[in-house]
Every structure is written in C-alpha cells, then in structure tokens.
C-alpha cells in the first residue's frame, strides 16, 4: 500500500501539472478537493483517466469519484480493491 | 437599420431554412445513434448531416478541386441563402465572416487520409477557401470563441455594417461531428447517453451535432423580410474555464448590454432562444440570468433537443431558426424537455405555439467563460419598429441623421453622424469620432474621414440608462508587452531573457518563475495559454489605470494557428482505439479562446470577448473591431494583441487600450500604431 501511494502521488503531480509540488508535500491523508490540495473539477475528470489507464479501472458511476478521489489513500484502497 | 435579408440552415433536419423549420414544427430530432468506429469506439448519440445527401447536393455545384466535408455544408449554405438576394458576392462591399471552433479538424489525425495540405486544417485557411470559392475580394474574417462564436459573428456583421465598412455581410457558421470533438466531450462526461433534454429536470448532458448555417446581414432591406439586429454583446464569467458562473453574471452583463445597444428594457422581450445545452449546469445558470433580468413572463425555448449542440453554427442556426418564429409568429417547443428542473421559475415552452412577436432575444455561453446576447426586433409593414421603448422614443428620430448637412452654426453638437459635411462652425463639438481628420478652413468643407470603417456609427440613444458622459476621449495605447525570442519586453523595455531555452514550455515556465506571480494554476495551461496569460500578467501589473469596472475592459486576441499544438497532443491521445485515453485537461484548451477564459479569471475582467483567426498579425481588422467596441459603449479599455505559436516559434504581442486623452506615452489606437508596435520588437 505504502508502494502504491508514493507511486500515486508522482503520477497525480505529472498527470495534474502540479509543477511547484513534491511527493513528500502530499499528505496522503489530505483530502485532494476543496481545501486541500485545490484541486478543481477538471482535475476530477483528470484523475478518472489516470485509474483507466494507468491502472485499468473504469469508473461505472462518476458519482462514486467523491468518495474515491478524496484523498490519496481512498485512491489506493479502492485500487488494491479493484485491481484485477 | 441593420436587417437579416436571407438565410440557410444545413442540419440533419434538412438543407434550407424551411426544411429545418418545419422539421421542428413537426417536433422532429435529429439527434440518432452513432455507430461508427471512427468517429468514436462506442455508440452515442448525434444529429449528423447524412454524408450521401450532402456529397449529392454538392455534386451540383460542379466544383473543380475537392472540398473538405465542413467546407461543402458551408459553401452550400452560402450559395443557397446568396441565392435569395441580389448581393453581389464579389464585390469589395460584401464581407464574409466565418464562427466555427475546430473548422476541419477531421483532417488532423489519422481519421483522415487526405490529400489536402496540411494547411488546410488551419482557420485562416478556410476562410481562404471559402473566400476564394466565391471570388469575395475582401479577406474573409474568421472567429473562434467556442460555443458563441455564432452569436459574436452576428454581432461582428452588425458593427461592419453600421460603421459603414460593408453594405452586406455573409456570416456563415459551422462545425461538424469529429471523433477529436466526440472523444473531447465524452472526456469531460458531458455528453446524455440519450437525445438531451434542456431545462428538463432529468437533464443529464449534451448532444453533439453538425451543421452550417448562413444569415446575410445588409444595410439595405429585401423584399419581404423585416427582421433586424438591435443589438448585441458579449462577457465574461471570469469564474472558471469550463464551468458556468454560479450566478450568472456573465450572460447578465452580455444580455443587459444587448438591451441597452437595442435601446429597450428587458420587459420588452417576448421570448428568449437560450443557449439550453442540457448540461446541469449551463440551464441553472442560464434561468438565473433570465431571471436576474426579470424576464420570468418570456417564453423560452432551446433547440439543441432537436439539432443537438452545434458549436461554431449554433449561434448562427438557432438565431435563424428564432428569425423564422417571429416572421411567423411561431413559438417551437423544446424538443426533451418534459419538467421544469431549473431552480427559478423561467417558462420554458413544451408545444409549439403561435405568439405575436416583435422583439426577442438569442443567449449563448461557453467555454473559457464566454457569453454572449442579441437582440432582433420585427419591423411593422410601414418599415417601424412596432414595440420597445426605443422605438417610442421621439428623440431616436430627430436626435439622428445618416445624411446631415449643415451649412452654418455658432455652437453645434453633433453626437454621432455617418456621413457628416459640415461647411462652416464656429464651435465644434464632436462627441464620438476616430481618426476624424478636420483640416484648418475658414470656407471650406471639412473632409470626411479617409477611412469609412473608423467612423462613430449610429447608436439607438437608451434614455433610461445614459448618463451624460464628458466628450469621449478617442481610444489611446498606453502600455504592451512582446514575449519572443526567449525575451519579454514591457514597452519596449528589454525585462527578462533566457538564452538557454530552446522551447517554449521550457522559456515560459522559467519566465513566469522570474516575475514570481503566485498562481499555481498557470502550470495547468497548455503552453499558448501561458504565453498570452503571462503577456496580461507582466502588462497589467505595470498598468496604473485599471480603474475601470470589471464589464468595461475587453479582451480581443488573434493569431494564426488556433490552438493547433495542443489539437495535435489531444490528437495523439485518440488516434488508437487501442490506446485511446483522450485528456479532459488537454482537450479544454483546444479552444483559442480559453486563454481569454484564463486572462480573465485572473483579473476579474469581465468585459466583450473575441478571438480572431488571421493569417498574419492584422492591425486593421484588430483596431477597427477594437475601435467599434468602444464607440458603441460597450467597452471603457481593451486588451489588443496576437499571441501565437507555431512549431518553428512564437510570439505574443499584447496592448492596453483606454479611451483618454493623449499623454507624452500614449499612442492613438490605430492601425498604423498598432503596426508600428507590433514591428517595434524584431
């Protein structure tokens, strides 16, 4: 889990263009949206595809992304969740 | 008078106005499933131009060299509607003006296997061909500000014929089904997995559509037709670049500004055609603008559940289509809509209707946070307008003259004149007037400005919002900034320079770095949009006269290339079905206009709105649009410029202007002085 996380927060920095941001600033914790890392909706949309493509998930119900894009962490257990 | 003499609509519907029209009496849609691997790796839904019928029709034109699919719905939408008037295609009074988005973006990507030069994709370049296809002399203006394209065209016409540049406009709009756009919009989750269903309360997303729609603009009325452009405008949310404004606030400026070019009250209107795209948020934010307006007893409709969203065109079609309900007092209802699903108590219609109509108004909004407004006005059998409280106003008619002759006077206050002979004055007051040249005479007549499209055009007076205002000061140029080279230059003014870079993104990001702006969303931009966004931010923070409210500073930029190096990366990411992972975050600044989205969140700027195509830099069309914003009072400052980049380079060249008075630094907006800026860096 912990492999995946760092592996995560390299990929969110290089999919969202986050230039001025490092792994170790991310919380894993943090919540992504809103205060936390002000991500916007784009970026919602953003993160979508990067579970189908890097890792195979397609999200059936974009409704379920609050929840699963909360945090670092909510990503990663939902991964090792559905990963095949 | 600015009338709408003839118009053509090709749709899934049909190829002329009245096949389109009464498809959607009859409550037809166009919009039905997709299947077609090329277009996209799934079903969806659509309304397309069947490619047969359209290949037939052309067929008859007899062309001698191949012509790509938008190009043929466009000439043949032009040639049909041409064929209504006796406006003279080839003359230097007829002007050709072209919205569309993303033009022939079918030819970019493996989608095709063309044999058209690779210029062909360009947007300059199909306003070439079609220029070239009709003789037309003129160069063939094209704008591209996503989904009000259309709209900002018809009010681009508007303003060419008022200011006395053309006798008659072809404005034509188009955009077709593409697997880039279809790719695009899946990607941000936007499109109805059905035919969408506007201000319904199921409303789930858009349906794509193609179409080319033609509307001649002229100064001149055709036999029968008495529908007029009143007025029109623009604005931005600056709120977001994809996302509508949560209140409103831009289509209420773009609408409240259209009203008062019209010279009547919101009151007045009778029924509104809404942009009505089905999104969630789109129809929200539209009936809160309607309702900010008071306009809850206008009828209101979309017919986007009918012709699906046609980008480029829908501007230009729907304003045709809402022509054609007032010419026969016919309200169409909204195809989709079932139960009212927005949060205020606008009256959407369900069944088509019949209505006595006079005045009306057309809405559009789009991405990068654009929106725009015109209203069209019916004129009674005796050539009048029927309603509206411009039309009441006594002072409309004595208070203006096209033709004005005045031989002697002591104190004379000419607000505004197109043609104007003055032969002797002693006091002379000119309150709106550009480049007008008047020589030092005793006897003799004051010439009339060389240039016909710099003079003030006509204005209806708005008694109920005009202030009196202090003579107008003619536009100046006060300040601008050139990035090129790995230079940026403020007034001419050498400020940071990178010899290392050897690309953009490289030099951009460095550059930003150096001016220190805290603004962590810049490196989310496609590199154009950092370009020009970096250009606004080094001009406007050196820029001491912003005391402007945020709907009086517009923003007009141009360049040649669109956004054709991000079309290419989102392109990429869709050329496989193997490998097909188009961007959301790509694809949205696959619209040149976005970087004006990106300028005006960042300064709250939430003036008119345009983004122009050229060829090459062209201070004229620039100044003169610029130039025509102001002296309609839509606008108190401008940001000007051209911002472009290409594979072997790029280039940005950005200018404040502000009607004032000159001062020792300031230069006179012109096409001269805007040239002599933009050369002034080599």
Redesign the interface.
Known sequence: MEELIEKLKVQIIEQ?????MEPEDIDAEDPLFGNGM?L????A??L??LL??EYGIKIQN?KDGQKIFFSIKSMAEFITANQK | MTYLIADNIISSLGFTTSQNFEALKAARVGIKNIDDKLLYPEPFPASVVDTDELNAHFAKLNAKTPFARLEKMMILSIVDALGKTGVDIQSERTGIILSTTKGNIDLLGSESQSSFDQERVLLWRLGEVIGHYFGNPNRVEVLSNACISGVVALNTAAMLIKNGKYDNVVVCGGDIVSRFVVSGFMSFLSLSPTACKPFDEKRDGLSLGEAAGTIIVSNTPNEGQNIVWLGGASANDANHISGPSRTGEGSFIAIRKALVEAGIESRDIEHISAHGTATPYNDEMESIAISRHNMENATVNSLKGSWGHTLGAAGIIETIALAEEMRQNTLLKTAGFVKHGVSKAIHVINQTQTKELTTCLKMASGFGGSNAALVLGKLGSDGSRKSGVGSQNPAAGSRQSDNLTIEQSNHLTIEQSNHLTIEQSSHLTIEQSNLLTIQPSNNQAIPQPATRNLQPETRNPQPATRNPQPATRNPVITTCCHIKNNKVYLNGKLLFEDRKATDLNTFIKKAFRHFKPKYPKFFKMDDISKLGFLAAEIMLANNSGTDFKEEEIGVVLSNSQSTLITDSRFQESINEDTNFFPSPAVFVYTLPNIMIGEISIRHKLRGENAFFIFAAFNAGFLTDYINGLFFSRKIKACIGGWVDEKEEGYEAFMYWTTAQSMQENTKAHSAQEVNKLYNSIG
């Open positions: 969202l263009n986050l230039e001025d002000g916007d909706s784009i970026d949309l953003e979508i595809v189908e493509k974009p």
